[in-house]
């Protein structure tokens, strides 16, 4: 007997194994991150003094690292869209397009760390710089996650198109969903950390 | 994923073997039952080593101050100077053995082995839904498991600051906490991993034919399980990475402003909530609960059906009761903090809610004494240790009743009742339930039955030292001697009319050991020795007992379909006493 | 692999392209209402409501969650329930008028 249902979807619940699996997943992505918002929330509401963000954190350049993301997710869900019209080469593009998207974040992220070091603003200055650096971090580190999965899927991952299409196609709306999260995640750190 | 896929059925064990080798097939494998053994045995051996710490400390109660005897070297200068234990030293095994017990032991036994190896024969899959993914839940569980032993060889060994790693104590703990926090997160990234699995498998892969309602009690307990690691462990893994943080990089996530430490003022900005760990952490560890005490319910309903020859009864208020027991799990954890200060309001609201998700586990426990009712119970090694459960889950269960109200919980809180209640439900409850399911499954794991005389044996020896462990607890709990006292309350004024008590416990514990000789024994001299077993000894009807012993890669010789429900024992009019779900 | 394959994909792709506008176009006011310095609470009403109308837009349109299946929508709404619990209940702990410590 062969794993059902990692091409079709199963009739009675309508899902295929890999969509029903990452949303499990995400949900407890949810979870992860409900906990770090929660801390940060409870902290700021006990704290005596508690910056804006505004006052110390780059704000422009986190608007650009918005834009940057946001395109990225575009261009994941238009390679997604460029499989259903059959079009490889045009997936291609468009995940890769992700992929560098993707660098770009992290290297502006990097630029913004870097600065903050330079200052003397370590996540032992205060509480606020705690919580930043370990929120952006811990995004930042499923940023390098999305990063990999999706080199493997524009690389040696993309043979299966050739020999199992139904399957790559859901592979790769499924890295999809999970790069869309880190995108969501994001939408709210930024207002969070940066304007408030 | 798919090696196998071309080959016809018949020869699917055989060919598999022969094309992948020992590694693939052994030690890296990708299929559910190898992982399933492997976390059986890995887990099995993490309880005993479990166990031995407590055997060790239980030294230390009942004669502070004496070397160890025979073993009392081996732990070292630093630990124990002459045999005789620091306090250092207990204060690590006490947080050890929780740890262990646990996240190393109990847990991997009942979702990672019971849960991988018969969730998948039990609904009619050929595997788990990804096995790539299995594997790697299983490798993590290992590598944090590694990470935890290791810490006990580090300078200021391991984790000291109790299984709960409350802050600020654990923050400025030695490094043996940051071991401890490096390998929880393995452990939750594996547990994360190995629930997502489950759920997947069971609701994407049933077999044809076979409705949830038709699901036998052991998948929803698992599915249920799965639902609380799934949602609950995350929180953990946030704090785990806020108090690393705490420990690496100097924040302050759980260091109030102005602590001072052996009249040192600390460094910190300050400014963080000790409490904040403690939400997070018991937003799991109440989950948790449920999580070592569910698969042990599924596993003990199982087992009485098929002793008593007759359907459960109320499976569905089990389902139910088990739904919404899982749900509740997830508000009551400050049930554990009615001593932090916390306001009338919100106290109320947590005890509201703990006296509600006793309804749920009563329920479940009522359905199973009242499917005794009538039975003509066959008494089986599994079914002795599955009767056992009942009774000993009923007192680990109603002497959780005091706890969960605040009044009755400022005295009883963090003494020796505690550790009596929980222990009566951890221990004879869910361990028993665990052995009675080791007993069970046997058979179709290894092709041989255990010996039932040394089953025997086991049984009753553990059953009543046991007892003698955790009953005087409730005795020096309601004293109000603390857990927390290495030698044992010998100091402790509260502790003196109850002192004697302690050598009553170690002497148990000891003879609980002894007692598992047989087992250990039986466990390994079966695998060659034992009794040959049929593909279905017990007359079972659910679908893991379908095929062949042991099954093979792919597990069914051919798609099995459901036609009934998962207990049709003793049907009228039906040629033998057993229906299985898959025959026509 | 769903539904998808018989729409016509040129309405899914412009679909998705006006979402992307959308997550612009309230970036920049998110951002632009941040320099207002308005108080705190209305900054905060403000900001999280612009957050989740592009958090809507993400899950829903790029995530489909629009056209979902029944049992992906009772995982999240059980999820958001604990989240919710996981959020609030630790809030109470430290706002609770009866608080002793």
């Known amino acids: 007997m062969q794993i059902p249902y990692n091409a079709v979807e199963r009739p009675d619940t309508g899902l295929y194994n890999a969509k029903l699996g990452i949303w499990l997943f995400l949900a407890s992505e949810v979870m992860l991150f409900g906990a770090l918002f929660s801390s940060l929330v409870l902290l700021r509401v006990n704290a005596t003094t508690w910056p804006h963000g505004w006052e110390i954190l780059n704000v422009p350049l986190a608007t650009v690292n918005t834009i940057v993301l946001i395109s990225s997710s575009v261009t994941m869900v238009m390679s997604w869209a460029s499989l259903l019209e059959k079009n490889f080469a045009k997936f291609r593009r468009y995940l890769g397009g992700t992929i560098l998207f993707a660098f770009v974040f992290l290297v502006i992220k990097a630029f913004e760390y870097g600065a903050k070091f330079e200052h003397g603003l370590l996540p032992s200055t205060s509480n606020f710089f705690a919580t930043y650096f370990t929120m952006t971090g811990l995004h930042g580190l499923h940023v390098i996650g999305g990063i990999i999965v999706n080199i493997y899927l524009w690389g040696p991952g993309s043979k299966m198109w050739t020999t199992d299409p139904a399957r790559f196609i859901n592979r790769i709306e499924v890295a999809g969903l999970y790069w869309h999260f880190v995108d969501l995640v994001w939408i709210f750190l930024f207002p969070i950390l940066y304007l408030l | ?584 | 692999m769903s539904d998808f394959h018989s729409i016509d994909s040129r309405t899914h792709v412009r679909k998705y392209l006006y979402v992307f506008y959308s997550l612009m176009v309230l970036t920049v006011v998110t951002v632009s209402v941040s320099y207002v310095h308005l108080p705190f609470i209305a900054a905060l009403i403000v900001a999280l409501i612009i957050a989740s109308i592009k958090a809507a837009l993400v899950a829903g349109y790029f995530m489909h969650l629009i056209s979902e299946r029944k049992m992906i929508y009772a995982l999240l709404v059980l999820t958001v329930v604990f989240f919710v619990a996981l959020m609030f209940l630790p809030m109470l702990h430290h706002s609770d008028p009866g608080m002793v410590g």
């Open chain 2, 1 to 584: 994923m798919e090696h196998v896929a071309t080959a016809p059925h018949t020869d699917h064990a055989h060919l598999h073997e022969e094309e992948l080798g020992f590694l693939r097939n052994y030690i890296f494998s990708v299929d559910h039952k190898v992982i399933g053994i492997q976390y059986g045995i890995t887990s099995l051996l993490f309880l005993l080593f479990g166990f031995s710490l407590m055997m060790v400390m239980r030294w230390q109660l009942a004669y502070p101050g004496q070397p160890i005897p025979y073993i009392g070297e081996w732990f070292g200068e630093m630990n124990a100077p002459g045999g005789i234990m620091l306090p250092e030293f207990y204060n690590q095994l006490g947080a050890m053995h929780g740890t262990i017990m646990v996240f190393l032991g109990v847990v991997p036994l009942a979702v990672g082995a019971f849960g991988n190896y018969l969730v998948p024969l039990m609904v009619g899959a050929p595997d788990m839904a990804f096995p790539k993914l299995n594997a790697t839940s299983y490798w993590s569980y290992f590598v944090g498991g590694v990470v935890m032993l290791a810490s006990f060889f580090i300078p200021g060994g391991a984790a000291n600051s109790g299984w709960t790693s409350y802050a600020p104590l654990s923050v400025i703990a030695t490094a043996g906490q940051t071991y401890w926090l490096i390998g929880m997160v393995f452990l939750i990234t594996s547990s994360l991993l190995g629930s997502m699995n489950i759920i997947v498998t069971i609701i994407q892969l049933r077999a044809k034919g076979l409705t949830f309602m038709r699901l036998p009690f052991f998948v929803w307990a698992q599915l249920v399980t799965s639902f609380l690691l799934l949602l609950a462990f995350p929180p953990l893994e946030a704090a785990g990475i806020l108090q690393l943080m705490d420990r690496l990089a100097g924040t302050s996530f759980f260091m109030p402003s102005g602590l001072i430490v052996s009249g040192v003022p600390m460094e910190n900005s300050g400014g963080g909530s000790v409490l904040l760990w403690q939400h997070l952490f018991w937003f799991l560890a109440h989950p948790e609960v449920y999580v070592l005490i569910l698969p042990a319910m599924g596993i003990v309903a199982e087992i009485i059906a098929n002793n008593t020859r007759k359907p459960l009864w109320g499976y569905r208020s089990l389902v139910y009761a088990t739904v919404f027991l899982g749900f509740m799990s997830f508000i009551v954890w400050a049930h554990h903090m009615f001593l932090t200060g916390m306001g009338t309001t919100i106290s109320t609201f947590f005890q509201t809610t703990t006296m509600i998700i006793s309804i749920p586990s009563v329920i479940i426990l009522t359905a199973l004494i009242i499917s005794l009712w009538g039975g003509s119970i066959r008494f089986s090694v599994p079914m002795l240790f599955a009767l056992a459960f009942l009774p000993m889950f009923g007192i680990g269960g109603l002497t959780g009743l005091p706890l969960g109200l605040a009044p009755t919980d400022i005295h009883l809180h963090d003494t020796y009742y505690v550790i009596g209640h929980f222990h009566y439900v951890v221990a004879p409850g869910t361990l028993f339930a665990l052995f009675a399911g080791i007993y069970f499954w046997y058979p179709k794991v290894v092709g041989r039955s255990m010996n039932s005389t040394l089953g025997k044996i086991h049984f009753w020896g553990s059953f009543v030292s046991i007892n003698f462990i955790f009953m005087p607890m409730f005795i020096q709990g309601l004293a109000g001697v603390s857990r927390r006292l290495y030698d044992g309350g010998a100091q402790y004024t509260h502790a003196q009319g109850v002192l004697y008590l302690n050598e009553v416990m170690s002497v148990a514990a000891w003879t609980l050991g002894l007692f598992q000789i047989p087992f250990i024994f039986n466990f390994f001299w079966s695998i060659w020795k034992g009794k040959k077993a049929a593909d279905n000894p017990w007359e079972s009807t659910t679908l893991e007992w379908q095929t062949p012993t042991p099954p093979g890669h792919g597990n069914f010789l051919k798609e099995p379909v459901v036609v009934r429900g998962p207990y049709e024992y003793s049907l009228p009019g039906a040629s033998k006493d057993f229906s299985p779900q898959s025959e026509s």
